[in-house]
Each structure stands twice: as C-alpha cells, then as structure tokens.
C-alpha cells in the first residue's frame, strides 16, 4: 500500500508539487497521468528517496521513507524515467550486482532467470548493455525493479521507447504483475493508463486534478460528441447542411483526404448523439459518408475538462439553449 | 557495501582506467627507484618513497574522477540511492574499491625492495613504515578526491578539481613558510599533508601522524555523505 500525504516538493520558488494526497491499495495498478512536467516523476522520486518531499509524508507500507528509508526501500521496486543502467556491464552481471545490493534472498539464478524470461530478456543475458536497443535497456531496467520481488512497484513512463508489440506485452506483464503487487505507472499518453490502471489520477502543475477509477474518468472523459466523418461530396455544402442539424455546435473541414473526400471534424453539444441524423441528411443529397469515428480528447481537452470544467459547462450550457430555440423554431 | 565494492572494482578493470593508474603508478615508481636506488647502489628508498608523493598528486584524481560524478550523469545514482542501502555504506564501498586499486600500485614498492634485498641489507622496518604511510596519504587523497567527484557530474572537472586541492594540500607548508604571522603559519604547517607524510619517509613513525591522515580521510568521506545526503534537499 502506497499513503501519500499533503505531498510539497520545492525548487527554489517553483512548486514542483503542490500538496497532493493519494492513496493505491494492495493489488491496485494505480496510473499517474500528467504532461510532460507535471511532476510525476518529483512525486515517483519522493516515494522512492531519491528526493527528499519539502513538506508532507509518503508512507510504503506504512513505513514512512524519511524516517525509516532502509525499510521503506526494501518495499520498493523503482523503474526511473531513465533506467539507470552500467553501460560497461553484462545484463547478468548487471542483474547480479542488483541482486547483491539489494541484499536479495532468494536463490540467485533461479530468481533472475524468472525475472529475465517474465521480461523477455533471456537472449540478450550475455551482451553488454552499452550495445543493447531501447526497448531491450528499458526491460533490463524493469528486470532491475524486480529483483528480489518487492511488493510495491513503481515504474515511470514504463513503455516509453518501445515498438507497439512490446508495449502490449509489458501492458500485459504490468497487470499480471498488478494482481499481488501495488503499482504506480505514470505516463503522459491517456489510452494506456486506461488500458492497465484500476484507477487514475490526473496531475497537472504539481496539483491532482482528478481521482477516480479507470471506469469512470473514460466515461466523462469520452467524446461521443466530437466526431471526426468522411464525406464524399461539395466541401461548401456539406458543411452548410451539417451546420443545420440540431445540436451541432461546430464544422470544420480538415483536409482533403481522397479525391472528392474531405474530412470534417465535428462537434455537437456533450451527451446529443448526431449520428443518425448526419446520416439521414447526407445520404438524402446522395452524398456518401465513408468514415466516421469519435475523436479522442487529447491530453489538453482532458485537463480543459477537469480543470476549467464549470467554465466548459457553462459554454455549452449556453451551446444548449440555443438549440432548444432553434427546435422550437422547426 | 559489499555489492558496491566489488562492481566497483571490476569496473575500474572494464573501463580501462584500473589498467592506466596501475600501469602509471608502477612506471613511475620504477623509474624513480633506478633513478634513485638502483643508479647510485644505494640501498636506501626513502628518496623513492618521498619523489612518490608527486606521482599521487596527479593519479589519485585519475582513480576517483568517476566514482560519483559518472553514476550522477548516467542516472545510475537512481538506482543506487533507491537501494535499500545506506548513503555511508554507498560512500564506503566507492572508497574502499579506489583504495584497494591504489593499495596494489603500493605494494609494488615493496617489490623494489625484495630487489634490493638480493644485493644489500633492506632496513624493513622503515620501509614498512613508509608504506603504512603512503597508504595513509593515499587514503586521505582519495577521500578529497571523491568528495570533488560528488560536486560534479563531469569526469573532466572532478579529476582537475581533484588534482588542484592536493596540489593545494601540498602547498600548505610552502605557503606557511612565507606567512609572517605566527600563529597562523603554526596551524598551516600542521596542516600540511607532505611535511606528515616526509616524516615517515624519514623512518619517524609518529603515531599523531597516523591519526592525522585516519582522520583527514573520515572526515572527506563524511563531507561526501553529507553532499549526497543535501542533493536530496535541494
């Protein structure tokens, strides 16, 4: 368990992290997710005794990392945003040396040999991490958080630098992993933290601004209402006789995507469904939809929403009223 | 401590630089003993043994520029520091690895001394003494020079800064010399690394000696653990 308590780090006058408290229970995979900066990774190094907090607690365990810092990192598995890795080393050495310093107990080979085939690293054991890709240092640096299978994990930006086939794998591993170990995961890109946490928590400039379950933040995070369509058919006119539907509040024309074809990003008012209608209209013009799709809320829609969020609902509050007019009109 | 030492040592022996300092350190101290040793017949080191100290100057920044600054700029201290390890433990097990390296260049000497066992009579005990003593400065240098390899994270300026505080080490006593005011030249000279470290060239084995370079060295290491111990702060 992971207790994170009014949480303030300091940098000269910056505020790095701004009095956050979260809490990831035994066997939660608990996704941070913020913009580059936002200090995920301050609050991972705080949690881990890399950096010391300027004020507030950080609890593993119930053992608080200031006061007793040996205990608390016994608890800890750290996979830092770079993974601290000896170039000049083998992986088995490496991994032999982390064994040894974390004073593990566990039978050394048959422990790493786990490790390296749960991570995929088996074919690589003998080489020299200097000559090692991206994606092979950053599953050494997972390996690394592993040994001695510590019950708290805590891994920052885990998939970065990874083709998509072993992004998918070590998603897998994190939730299999997630079922006996308390995980913190952060990352900046919201379609993973959704595809592994349990819950997220979104932090922005040091400050949390959402806590909630996966579940329930991709529901008031989805945007059935923002589309994204393909119409074959006179660019003018599509966008005249979209604009005519109840509830849409924008049209914009993006490119030209075929010959003929142009894509339209399209926004109606939050919780109306324009589908069918958009539908109906164009094909009674004979003109085709060949695509359409929701757009996904980019990481800046998502804090808009949860940041400025009575400002948005007020805009479209106001978006709203004129279409009960404009129905009233019909 | 244990895991530290030892990844250590056999890192200073994948990077090339153990290989370099021994190499160096063993040249050196030959070529100073057939200068002084050999090419007089003489069977007396402590000419050797006192020329050796300038060779310290300028290999011990070479043997400790990289234990802390390099973990620092690869992000290895990430994993160090999150290590269920104490920072002393960190310290110590750096300290004891550049040391076991420097301990192996100055057992070499004693090498030169079996040499001259063949053709003369040795007197050991002054030059065990020496050595205890060489080991001691050495010890001290290098405790300066992993302090001023925790302040920076470029091995460049870490071996440079270390290579001008024992020079300044070194310089105390001339320094002490041309100052008028007494009491202050006093403290000076008692500073001085190289007068202490003559003496046991001279075969005084002074015991105030030995407790001076012993704590000379605990202090620089405690001041290193204390510079780690702030980075977190900061």
């Not at chain 1, 992971?2 to 996704?31: H, M, P, Q, W």
């Not at chain 2, 030995?210 to 605990?218: D, G, N, Q, R």
Request: net charge neutral; hydrophobic share 45%; proline share 2%.
């Amino acid at each position: 368990m992971i207790e994170v308590k009014n949480l303030v780090k300091c940098y000269g006058d910056k505020r790095a992290v701004d009095n956050i408290s979260f809490k990831a229970n035994d066997g939660e995979i608990l996704g941070f997710l913020g913009p580059n900066g936002a200090g995920k990774s301050t609050t991972m190094n705080i949690l881990t005794g890399y950096l010391s907090s300027t004020s507030g607690k950080a609890l593993i365990n119930g053992i608080d990392i200031l006061e007793d810092p040996i205990g608390a990192k016994k608890q800890i598995g750290y996979l830092p945003e770079f993974p601290p890795l000896y170039m000049d080393m083998t992986v088995r050495e490496y991994l032999y040396f982390i064994y040894d310093l974390k004073g593990c107990k566990y039978p050394r080979n048959t422990h790493l040999k786990e490790i390296c085939e749960l991570v995929k690293i088996t074919d690589v054991y003998d080489r020299i991490i200097k000559n090692l890709s991206k994606g092979y240092r950053q599953r050494v640096g997972l390996a690394q958080a592993l040994v001695g299978n510590p019950n708290v994990l805590i891994l920052d930006e885990p998939t970065v630098g990874l083709d998509p086939k072993q992004i998918i794998e070590i998603r897998t591993l994190i939730k299999k992993l997630g079922k006996n170990h308390t995980v913190i995961l952060s990352s900046h890109i919201l379609s993973e933290v959704q595809a592994v946490c349990d819950r997220i928590v979104v932090i922005n400039k040091g400050k949390i601004v959402a806590d909630d379950t996966a579940d329930n933040l991709s529901r008031t995070l989805t945007a059935d209402h923002k589309l994204i369509a393909r119409i074959d058919g006179p660019r003018e006119e599509v966008i005249k006789i979209i604009q005519t539907i109840p509830g849409v509040v924008n049209v914009l024309a993006d490119m030209q995507r075929e010959k003929g074809v142009w894509e339209y990003n399209i926004e109606a008012v939050e919780g109306t469904d324009i589908r069918r209608d958009l539908f109906k209209r164009l094909a009674s013009r004979n003109w085709y939809l060949v695509g359409l799709r929701s757009s996904e809320l980019s990481l800046e829609d998502i804090f808009l929403k949860l940041t400025i969020g009575e400002n948005v609902s007020e805009f479209l509050n106001s978006k709203a009223e004129d279409l009960d007019e404009s129905e009233d009109d019909e | 401590m244990k895991a530290i030492f030892s990844r250590e040592v056999s890192s200073y022996f994948n990077s090339l630089i153990g290989y370099i300092f021994l190499t160096a350190f063993f040249a050196a101290s030959g070529v100073l003993f057939s200068i002084t040793s050999l090419a007089y017949g003489s069977t007396d080191m402590s000419q050797m043994y006192s020329m050796l100290f300038f060779v310290l100057l300028v290999l011990i920044p070479i043997l400790t520029m990289r234990t802390l600054a390099e973990d620092k700029r690869q992000k290895t201290d990430q994993c160090l520091l999150t290590a269920p390890v104490s920072l002393t433990a960190l310290v110590m097990g750096k300290f004891f690895a550049a040391f076991l390296i420097y301990a192996l260049g100055v057992c070499m000497t004693l090498v030169y001394a079996i040499i001259i066992s063949f053709f003369g009579v040795v007197a050991w005990l002054e030059v065990l003494g020496t050595v205890v003593g060489l080991l001691l400065v050495g010890a001290a240098f290098i405790a300066v020079g992993i302090l001023i390899s925790s302040l920076t994270e470029n091995q460049v300026i870490a071996a440079v800064g270390g290579f001008a505080c024992m020079l300044a080490l070194y310089l105390i006593s001339s320094i002490a010399a041309i100052i008028p005011i007494d009491w202050i030249a006093n403290i000076l000279t008692k500073l001085s690394f190289s007068d202490r470290y003559y003496d046991f060239t001279y075969g005084i084995f002074d015991l105030s000696n030995v407790l001076f370079f012993l704590s000379a060295t605990v202090i620089f290491i405690f001041l290193t653990i204390r510079v780690l111990e702030r980075r977190r702060w900061s």
